[in-house]
């Protein structure tokens, strides 16, 4: 689709505020998103740019990625490249070199890392502007590498204030949110730093050196995205600097690091529900790869519970009406059990387990599970009594769900633990191990003591 | 338990070395976590603290919050406040009161707005360094309010580069953290902020409103603290104004807004699995408190699915191998219906999702359901006729197995959608309403569908 359709004026000329627009509610986001599809859907797309051209960039992107792509990509003059490339697996490469050409060249090469390292080549081939530090794409998307700028200022111990600003100035607008700047030893290597804050009330002719307080980490080229992002929220860092071998070669900022957090949370909630690295958006086909060997792999677990019934099939035969109670024992320990694994799941990946609470949180979470199988086991046992006048089936019931819950409690507490000792992330396969336990004892132990006290229950 | 036991050295004394120790991975903070446990094991608590003294204040607090409580309680002298507060629910208030005494009376504030309202009143009242800010304590703790420091720079705007160093350097220590200083208007709100780098660069007699750039975002005093993560995550914002009626009163720092994109996003996980705001290491009676009332809610639930197999006992009876497949079609809408689910109360929290996009994602999820269920129920309908060698079986297994996941798939999306409408958090009951649908629609279904072709199975 042309941007110079007959009928539609040339927009590409408009150029974006030079003041960002203020932040609106989500809500009004909304409200002018759906203002902005009637004036498409109305054949006026040069209304609806005017519309759009008064809102925040992030705003912009919010709204062209809620459009149907044909009327998206009639509007895609001002994309923040943030945006852009979380667009980037559904726009054509020749869409998104435009909006890239659009924004300065830092901006379109984190862009471009956003995007799988292949696709990322092809969209960096169609640019007009040469993206110069095109060997970060070669960097490992996972590490510090791909996080990391290499616009920063650092200077020699012998040099002062002065010397700083100057380095400082010559950043242009990369400069915005450097928080932190760097002196070297004699070998090159970062040994101090200097804050921004620090940097703007010290006289111009104080020595850099003297203003430098230590490092509390540096990380190498190779240190992974997640570790990252733990040291920035265990030590409040808000800059980290990056060395490869003996040399400073980049700064990871604020905001790289704000954005692995809120990636690595999203990862992490979607690993647990079996959804891994999808978006809400994205294409079908990737959410079917993603979800499909899952919903598989969870079927095989589920016939594993399905043949410990058929274990019990002629004391079903016996008394048809416990089929009607298989869900309750077995459901509850699935429930049970992923209480107790989301929140080591979690715990583990906000760095808060050392190991020598794992023990601890296991016993915890045992007596848990026998305090609220105690509490379910009597209440299940009441409705059984109520609902279908037989205390034999009460009792085995109570029973059974007594024991499942302390099983929830131990295995949802001892699979996450177990997989972070051997180096597996917990939240990977935690959940179907955890509910394929629940499930299949839950079911050998209601039918199981069923089958040894079927004479109190028919 | 008195810190100056006999035969203990009075460690009080200790002070913390004036520079931050640095960083260190996560395994080595477990093995001097292990390390401090055997000195302390083997009486000698003055060598472990030699051990943690030379840690980072975080890992400190981290390795206090693995040790048994009697064991921390001999070591608490240099804990980070954050950390503290972490504890803060496990501490008495004499011990949480001391530790506190010792930081600086804004780290203590941070930790006491941490804690429970009358819990923080109570450790305050203990507290002999006065909390001059006490009537933070007052706001709500979910709002701006709570999050902000009261300590800033603002300057009128014929102010000059001098003046507002001179007011940064009054704030001594509390100036750390700041990105942004402002200037008022005549009315005395917020009309221009001013980068710390800007700061840095400019000359002295330069006028303040000279180098001030337009604000983007000004939260009141009563904005929810979710809003202020999403508006520092959306906008790319370091540090927010916050209003009360016509004066600036404080600024929501980096750090703030950080620990809230934490936190929220630790609390719609946990969520999403029924443990709303435990902690891993909290009370047992808390995490009895917030995990049983779901549970209970959950045991209703299934025995709505309990009463929906119970409907067709006379099925059963005449085909009891029918039981043992009754957790397989229930089983797998639950996890696909839990993968949609999760996908979108995710995207709504990032506040990707603007209206417009609601009924594409409700049909999308529902597409996917369909595909998702052609290729299950064939692959359920093969090990069925393996297994059974039954095909009447076959058939129906099949045909319920995809009717399931497109309820599945339906209902995940459309749920949390729909809570979203009417104003509720999508994360706080969807899961159960979900897994209801695909419990009760999958026995109803398998059972429904084997009911009216019983002479195709038997």
């Not at 336990?437 to 003591?449: A, E, K, N, P, R």
């Amino acid at each position: 689709m042309s941007r110079h359709e007959p009928g539609t004026e040339p927009i590409a000329e408009a150029q974006p505020p030079t003041e960002l627009a203020p932040a609106i509610p989500l809500e009004e986001v909304g409200r002018i998103a759906e203002r902005v599809q009637e004036l498409i859907a109305a054949g006026d797309p040069r209304e609806a740019w005017q519309r759009l051209n008064q809102l925040h960039p992030a705003d912009v992107g919010l709204i062209l990625a809620g459009l149907p792509r044909t009327s998206s990509e009639a509007l895609l003059q001002h994309m923040n490249p943030v945006e852009a490339s979380r667009l980037g697996a559904r726009l054509s490469i020749q869409t998104l070199s435009f909006v890239l050409d659009q924004v300065n060249p830092r901006h379109a090469l984190t862009a471009l890392q956003r995007l799988p390292i292949r696709r990322a080549q092809e969209v960096a081939e169609q640019l007009e502007q040469p993206i110069a530090e095109s060997e970060l794409l070669s960097q490992d998307p996972n590490t510090a590498g791909a996080l990391m700028t290499d616009r920063f200022v650092a200077v020699d111990a012998d040099a002062d204030i002065a010397d700083l600003r100057t380095a400082l100035e010559a950043l242009q607008e990369d400069r915005g949110q450097l928080t932190y700047l760097y002196v070297l030893n004699p070998q090159g290597l970062p040994d101090g730093q200097i804050s921004m804050v620090d940097l703007a009330l010290a006289p111009a002719d104080a020595a850099a050196s003297s203003v430098a307080a230590p490092l509390t980490a540096v990380v190498s080229v190779d240190t992974p995205a997640q570790e990252c992002a733990r040291l920035r929220r265990h030590y409040n860092l808000t800059q980290l600097p990056v060395v490869e071998g003996n040399t400073l070669i980049g700064v990871v900022l604020p905001d790289a690091l704000l954005g692995v957090t809120v990636e690595e949370d999203t990862r992490q909630m979607l690993q647990v529900a079996n959804v891994p690295g999808e978006r809400a958006d994205g294409p079908m086909a990737l959410s079917i790869c993603t979800r499909l060997p899952w919903l598989t792999i969870n079927l095989a677990t589920t016939f594993l519970a399905a043949a410990t019934i058929s274990l019990f099939e002629s004391t079903l035969t016996q008394l048809v009406v416990l089929a009607a109670f298989l869900p309750v024992v077995a459901g509850q320990g699935g429930i049970g059990g992923t209480q107790t694994l989301t929140l080591i799941v979690r715990a583990i990946a906000l760095g808060e387990l050392v190991g020598i609470r794992a023990k601890r949180l296991l016993v915890r979470e045992a007596t848990l599970g026998v305090i609220h199988g105690i509490w379910l086991g009597l209440l299940v046992a009441a409705i059984a009594i109520i609902w279908q006048g037989n205390y034999g089936l009460a009792l085995v019931l109570g029973i059974a769900m007594m024991g499942n819950m302390l099983i929830a409690g131990t295995v949802g507490a001892g699979v996450p633990l177990l997989m972070r000792r051997v180096g597996i992330d917990p939240a990977v396969a935690s959940a179907v191990v955890v509910t394929t336990f629940t499930d299949v004892f839950g079911f050998l132990l209601f039918l199981g003591i069923a089958q040894a006290a079927i004479s109190l229950l028919v």
